[in-house]
């Protein structure tokens, strides 16, 4: 009995760490590209990150793609264990945020077709 309570702890903690290190990731980014940026409560335990957006192409897609970019990394270098399963593919989870229809990914992709396209419109 204690120790499926320890898994079930270990499991919440492990989504939690990997929900939280993904949000970290964008803060420190946006402010090492010196945004204001600030943590905003999504409900109870739920957070992300908020900024003004500048509509500068590459420091959107640099907030947006390092945190699920590290994250599968990290999700790589994680050695798999017991203990260690969720926490592993939590992060690796991460890899489907690159995809454009969530969130990360939307702001990816439109980042690399915005520039594509002002070049294309000043051309004509």
Not at 29 to 49: E, N, P, S
Not at 86 to 103: E, G
Request: include cysteine; glycine fraction near 4%; charge should be neutral.
């Amino acid at each position: 009995m204690i120790e499926i309570f320890v898994l079930v702890v270990i499991t919440i903690l492990s989504v939690y760490v990997a929900v939280g290190l993904h949000e970290i990731l964008h803060y420190l980014v946006a402010r090492v590209l010196r945004y204001q940026a600030c943590f905003k409560h999504v409900g109870i335990l739920a957070f992300q990150v908020e900024y003004r957006n500048r509509n500068c192409p590459l420091d959107n897609f640099l907030i947006a793609f390092i945190s699920p970019f590290l994250l599968t990394i990290i999700g790589i270098l994680i050695p798999l264990n017991y203990y260690t399963l969720v926490l592993k593919v939590t992060c690796l989870m991460n890899l489907f945020n690159l995809l454009p229809f969530t969130a990360d990914g939307e702001v990816i992709l439109l980042s690399i077709v915005q520039p594509i396209q002002k070049e294309k419109n000043s051309e004509k």
